[in-house]
């Protein structure tokens, strides 16, 4: 296998371990450890010797299916690093803002689109005169999950920013 431009440098500077932890807690969907493997530029071996302490850490959970065991990001280990992040780069008032701002996008869509949620939309787009409206609105369905999914992360460092704060490490 050649390795892709880059890939020597990111051996260099990265552990084995580092690069499998990388490739792993970005997949969308189950990937198998020969997979992580090859985009971790690491053995086989090795890299199923990381994800088993990554399940270990609860950084990674295994899904049996097929003829090999596959792993994708802890959705729990995933929330709670994306509210580390919210915590670490903004204030309560910064929080209440982006809740706002958060709020008034989805209200844009509900009322663009005569629409109460995502899945409304989808069934919408399903009956849609033309393609490109049809992928326009399947597109604006994903935006508005991802949307509504960071609003929940937003009211949650509200509801509990004293408790969360309190743990979160000095800004640098």
Do not use: C
């Amino acid at each position: 296998m050649t390795d892709a431009p880059g890939a020597e440098r990111w051996k260099e500077h990265q552990s084995a371990f580092d690069r499998v932890r990388a490739v792993a807690v970005t997949v969308s969907e189950p990937k198998s450890a020969d997979w992580i493997a090859e985009q971790a530029h690491v053995a086989g071996n090795t890299a199923r010797d990381h994800l088993q302490r990554l399940v270990e850490m609860n950084v990674l959970r295994t899904v049996s299916g097929g003829t090999a065991t596959q792993y994708e990001p802890d959705p729990l280990y995933t929330r709670m690093q994306a509210l580390r992040d919210l915590l670490n780069n903004r204030d309560r008032d910064d929080l209440l803002e982006l809740r706002g701002d958060l709020q008034e996008r989805i209200e844009e869509w509900q009322s663009e689109y005569d629409a109460d949620s995502p899945s409304e939309l989808r069934e919408q787009a399903a009956h849609s005169d033309t393609a490109e409206k049809t992928r326009e609105m399947r597109r604006t369905a994903n935006d508005w999950d991802i949307i509504a999914y960071r609003l929940q992360l937003v009211e949650d460092a509200i509801e509990h920013y004293s408790d969360y704060a309190g743990s979160a490490p000095a800004p640098a």
